[in-house]
Structures are given as C-alpha cells and as structure tokens.
C-alpha cells in the first residue's frame, strides 16, 4: 500500500465527493490546503480527538498545507 493509498484508507470512514476523485487530485501532483474545524466549547480533549490529528499529520507528511481551525464565534454562542 502507497502512501495515497494510507491516507485515504486508514482511520477514514468516508471521502466526500469521492475516494477516486480525492485520489486522482494527490496523484496529480497537486498539494491541498486542509483545515478541519475544531469545537472549543468544552474544556476537555479526549483520545477521539487524537484521530483527526494523526490524519493531519498525515497530510503534512505528504507535503500538504494544514491549518488547524478553532472556532471563535460559534464557540462563545454554543451551537
């Protein structure tokens, strides 16, 4: 398994449009900016939150752009 193959496959429950899509694009060649967001609306940080930040770490090693995201206004209202 490839390095492509990895990301797209381990620890990931669903690519949105598509895995082939996703997949054409990085073998392409061309790098990505990711950013997931992240809920500060609680104070606790559990080992789930440890998943999403070894995919990031993923897609860093693989020479993408991450910006990790922290909601400010959604966080003080609480949605």
Do not use: C
């Not at 990931?12 to 990085?26: F, M, Q, R, T, Y």
């Amino acid at each position: 398994m490839d390095k492509i193959d990895d990301l797209l496959t381990r620890a990931v429950d669903n690519v949105i449009p598509s895995k082939g899509a996703l997949e054409d694009v990085l073998r392409s060649g061309q790098k990505l900016r990711v950013y997931p967001g992240f809920d500060p609306s609680t104070p606790n940080l559990h080992i789930g939150h440890m998943i999403g930040l070894r995919k990031l770490r993923d897609w860093q090693n693989l020479g993408h752009e991450v910006i990790f995201l922290i909601g400010d206004f959604t966080g003080r209202i609480g949605d």
